[in-house]
């Protein structure tokens, strides 16, 4: 592990603006001046692969360079670019902010010969917190319109399950025509077996009785 000695200063610098190619020159010749060994190559790897994640940090960090007079600090430029209806709820405003993605060696500009742009960087940030922000308000918005909206009801089902409750059989095969000023009980509707012995399958085209039964 004596060979990192080369590398971890690197890692305890801010991350550098340099052009992309720069960087890659300058660890390539590193490299080869020290030729560390296989163990030690996987853990820089994997230092250098973790330097691209940001934890949050608050929203009352300076800029590296203010947009404008007023806008010095990240929540000064989150407020800037809000819309008033969100701006002006404090409450649902974040205290942290996630800065995005930024490599050791970054990449993702599209330039591989120009100095890495940190107010673009920090331009990218603030939107990306502005968008979320806009996302949670327009869900919450309608959440609370739904919760006040009246279900709809379909009114032909409605009407069919009246019409048929009320209904009442007017006769009955055993008890005859009932009157206005009589009460007619309705008879349980027959209701065939679940299973039966025989069933007769020439009503569907085919000339043949199953018999389920015992008897012959």
Known sequence: MW?????????LLPLPTAPPYFLLLFIFSLTMHAKPCF???????SIFVSSCYWQPFSLDTSLA???????TTYGEALLWSLPPDIANNTESLPTSIRAADRCW??????????????T????????????DLE???????NNSS???????????SSLWSLFARNKRPTSSPLLGPSNADETVVALPAFEPPTFRHKYDLSSYGVNMLLDFGWSE
């Open 135 to 141: 996302k949670r308000w327009a869900s919450s918005n």
């Open 3 to 11: 060979c990192t000695r080369w590398f971890l200063p690197l890692l």
């Open 65 to 71: 360079t203010p947009w404008s007079e007023n806008v």
């Open 120 to 131: 673009r960087w920090e331009h990218n940030s603030v939107n990306r917190m502005r968008e």
């Open 105 to 118: 060696c970054d990449m993702s500009s599209g330039s591989f010969f120009d100095p890495f742009n940190v």
């Open 146 to 156: 739904a919760a006040f909206t009246p279900a709809k009801t379909n009114v032909a």
């Open 39 to 45: 163990y030690c190559i996987v853990l820089i790897s």
